[in-house]
């Protein structure tokens, strides 16, 4: 009722089902008069209601689309509304948006490459690189990090920004860190057993929000060490301080459990997120990975160094590890060095490699970067 009195007498408003309701307005002469309407719509719901009681408040996201883009079925008129209205609700609640052609490409497109992850997880088709990670004073090797990548067919070897937001919202987080999980403690498994030297290596894997809400995730990752052999004390699981703090309870219960099992956890892109410097000392959290966003600012001088020498010290005081990421020049390297930072990254010490190519650099160089 209260949207068809903010329309005009030939207009059709109608309930499609749940809370979703169509309106047909006939003769809207252009696009901002079919705004205007869209913005009244709007206007009539934010009214509060009352509800046992109680006031309650609903928003509207309104999707819109237009005959004259030449429909010859209601079908494919409601879809494109629909794809509308999903961009509004994507852009903030209580919006209207307008469809057109470019945003129909979009959706396809989307729709496409969520069915090609699908399938490429299901065939084992991901790929995983291995960036190596050294101790910075010896310079020797102190393990690797997995690192997804997606060989797609058509666009060629995706890095995991162009897929994990899609893969998170698709529901496919859990079944990429598992296929990463396994290839990664299988991988080095292989190459310790090859090699009695590289014994002491470890492996990290980073792992997403969706892993650590899954009840199933602490005998998830028990399965993969079990199955590869590797020893859990050699796994250690990134996350991301963000996705810590957003299930702070269930994120410190699954953290204890992993930490039974033996495995490390490090904070990942430390510097950048949300983190409570008081709950930092309470979780068991083995190492901090400093963010190279800093690293990429280290100058002798500069405040970004001052920040760098705090994390460190603060990793020290709390006895937990400190990595740098993305060291990228051997100055970076000599004043990590110089702060006391005891691990590093970074393509400066080595890039990310396949996993045939970090197997044959692994023969050649043997376990130390000299
Ligand atoms: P991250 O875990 O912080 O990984 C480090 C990223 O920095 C990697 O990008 C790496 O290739 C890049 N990097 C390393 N050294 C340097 C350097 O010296 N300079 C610069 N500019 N970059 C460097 P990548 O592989 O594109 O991964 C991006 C992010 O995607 C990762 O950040 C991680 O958060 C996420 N990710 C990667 N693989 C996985 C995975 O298997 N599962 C999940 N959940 N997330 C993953
Ligand atoms: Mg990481
Ligand atoms: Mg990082």
């Known amino acids: 009722r209260r949207i068809q009195g903010r329309l005009r007498p030939h207009d059709t408003v109608a309930r499609l089902g749940g809370d979703e309701f169509a309106i047909l307005a006939d003769r809207i002469e252009h696009e901002p008069a079919a705004v205007a309407l869209a913005e009244r719509v709007m206007d009539a719901l934010r009214q509060p209601l009352r509800l046992a009681g109680t006031e309650v408040v609903v928003g509207a996201s309104i999707g819109i689309t237009f005959s004259a883009f030449g429909y010859t079925d209601a079908d494919a008129m409601?879809?494109?509304a629909d794809t509308a209205m999903y961009k509004a609700k994507g852009d903030g609640r209580a919006r209207c948006a307008l469809f057109d052609?470019?945003?129909?490409?979009?959706?396809?497109?989307?729709?496409?490459l969520e069915g090609e992850l699908r399938r490429a997880i299901d065939d084992g088709?991901?790929?995983?690189?291995?960036?190596?990670?050294?101790?910075?004073?010896?310079?020797r090797l102190a393990g690797f990090e997995a690192l997804v990548r997606w060989p797609h067919p058509r666009d060629g070897l995706l890095?995991?920004?162009?897929?994990?937001?899609?893969?998170?919202?698709?529901?496919?987080?859990?079944?990429?860190t598992d296929f990463v999980l396994h290839c990664a403690?299988?991988?080095?498994?292989?190459?310790?057993?090859?090699?009695?030297?590289?014994?002491?290596?470890?492996?990290?894997?980073?792992?997403?929000g969706a892993d650590l809400a899954s009840p199933a995730f602490v005998a998830r990752v028990s399965r993969a060490l079990v199955e590869s052999g590797l020893p859990a004390q050699q796994l250690t699981l990134e996350l991301t301080e963000n996705i810590l703090?957003?299930?702070y309870d269930e994120a410190s219960r699954t953290l204890a459990?992993?930490?039974?099992?033996?495995?490390?956890?490090?904070?990942?892109?430390?510097?950048?997120g949300y983190s409570s410097l008081s709950?930092?000392?309470?979780?068991?959290?083995?190492?901090?990975?400093?963010?190279?966003s800093f690293v990429s600012q280290l100058a002798p001088g500069a405040d970004q160094a001052a920040v760098v020498a705090a994390i460190i010290q603060l990793g020290q005081t709390l006895r937990k590890g400190v990595v740098a990421e993305g060291i990228e020049s051997a100055d970076q390297a000599q004043q990590l060095r110089a702060l006391g930072c005891h691990f590093g990254q970074g393509y400066h010490l080595g890039t990310p490699l396949t996993a045939e190519a970090a197997g044959a650099w692994l023969q050649t160089r043997g376990a130390t970067l000299h």
């Open 257 to 272: 459990a992993l930490r039974q099992l033996g495995v490390h956890i490090a904070l990942d892109d430390f510097g950048t």
């Open 78 to 80: 409601l879809r494109d």
């Open 279 to 292: 709950h930092l000392a309470q979780l068991p959290i083995d190492s901090l990975k400093i963010d190279r």
């Open 185 to 208: 403690c299988r991988q080095l498994r292989q190459w310790q057993v090859s090699n009695p030297a590289l014994a002491g290596l470890g492996i990290s894997v980073n792992v997403s």
């Open 159 to 176: 890095a995991p920004d162009r897929f994990l937001p899609m893969a998170e919202e698709s529901q496919q987080m859990e079944r990429l």
């Open 101 to 112: 052609s470019g945003l129909h490409a979009a959706v396809s497109d989307r729709l496409r």
């Open 125 to 139: 088709a991901l790929g995983v690189q291995y960036q190596p990670l050294f101790e910075l004073d010896q310079g």
């Open 245 to 247: 703090m957003a299930r």
